[in-house]
Each structure stands twice: as structure tokens, then as C-alpha cells.
């Protein structure tokens, strides 16, 4: 496993056996994430395909929801970015990112609490996703990834991205929600 700056994201390498037809690939094992001590369960499973230079992001579910991710790039490749947003955590608005490819095998593990977003770099990135909660529109929630508050460094400005991310609350309306 990888090492990242944030607790509660972890990230796997994972096997990849290579033979004269291609190659096959071990995505997500359980054995892997008891050894984490992490007992979790993932009931819906998403795939997402995005151009060169889409900006999907950040979304996430409160931290009630208790909602754990895993996330691996099927083709192409991105930037992948995890925002802190357990205020009491010692990276509280921390930001982690790390480059995912076909080529990388690389899965990462998303703790609650924590936002997610990505930017593909590449035309054509395909994203899987395995969700422990199905997804509920009344619990998502997301912010602008663009706000210059969160500090984020993006590789291809003038991004493609969704009027419902490009409209989502600023971190200040966030943080704002929290002191409630």
C-alpha cells in the first residue's frame, strides 16, 4: 500500500498478471481491506467516462452516511483529489492528490468524511467506482472545485465541468453549514 498524507484514504497497488492476450487485473479484495481493519461492504458500483480536461467534483456524503468509496481509472488517466472535510481531523481541509492510469493499477480507498474529485488527463478516462451506500440524491453534496479557498491546483484549465459542480456551495458556505 501506498502512503498518502491524509487518514483514511488508502491506496493499493494492485496484481496485475500480463500474458500474450493482455492482462488481468485484481480491482478491490476483502482480505485487503480486513487487514485494514476496515469490515466494509460496497452494494452499487459506478462507471464514469470523461474528455480531456473534465473536472468532476468534489462530491461527497455526510459523514453520517458513513458512504466509503473505492475508485480505480479502467483507461486513460486523471488527477485524482481528496478533500479532508472531518473538522475534527489533523488535515481537516487537507488536500491529497495522485495520478491514476490504466497503466498505474492503482485503487484508492475513501474513508467518510472526505470529498472526491477528479480531472482526466487524458481523452477518453474511464473511472469505476464502488459505493457502500447506494446513492441517494437528498444526501450528496459537493463543493465548487474551483473555489480558490481550497488551494487546489488543477492541470488543464478552462475545465469541462457540470453546472451543478461549477454551482455547488464555496468551501466558506460549507464551513459556514458546519458552525450550525
Known amino acids: 500500500m501506498l502512503v498518502n498524507s491524509i487518514e483514511g484514504v488508502y491506496i493499493f497497488e494492485n496484481l496485475t498478471h500480463h500474458d500474450e492476450r493482455g492482462y488481468f487485473r485484481e ?16 452494494c452499487q458500483f459506478n462507471l464514469s467516462k470523461s474528455n480531456l480536461g473534465t473536472l ?15 475508485i480505480t481509472c479502467a483507461s486513460g488517466k486523471v488527477l485524482d483529489t481528496i478533500l479532508d472535510l472531518r473538522k475534527n481531523s489533523k488535515t481537516f481541509l487537507d488536500h491529497f492528490q495522485i495520478e491514476l492510469s490504466e497503466d498505474s493499477g492503482i485503487s484508492v480507498l475513501i474513508s467518510p468524511g ?8 487524458s481523452n477518453g478516462s474511464v473511472m469505476v467506482y464502488g459505493i457502500t451506500d447506494e446513492y441517494n440524491p437528498k444526501s450528496e453534496q459537493s463543493i465548487n472545485p474551483l473555489d480558490k479557498d481550497l488551494n487546489i491546483t488543477w492541470p488543464i484549465s478552462n475545465p469541462i465541468i457540470s453546472k451543478k459542480d461549477l454551482c455547488a456551495q464555496n468551501l ?7 458552525a450550525l
Open 56 to 70: 468532476r467534483g468534489l462530491h461527497f456524503a455526510p459523514i453520517e452516511v458513513n458512504q466509503f468509496k473505492i
Open 172 to 178: 466558506d458556505s460549507y464551513l459556514n453549514s458546519l
Open 27 to 42: 480491482w478491490s479484495k476483502k482480505s485487503s481491506q480486513l487487514k485494514l481493519q476496515l469490515d466494509v461492504n460496497f
Open 114 to 121: 472526505l470529498a472526491h474529485g477528479f480531472q482526466s488527463i
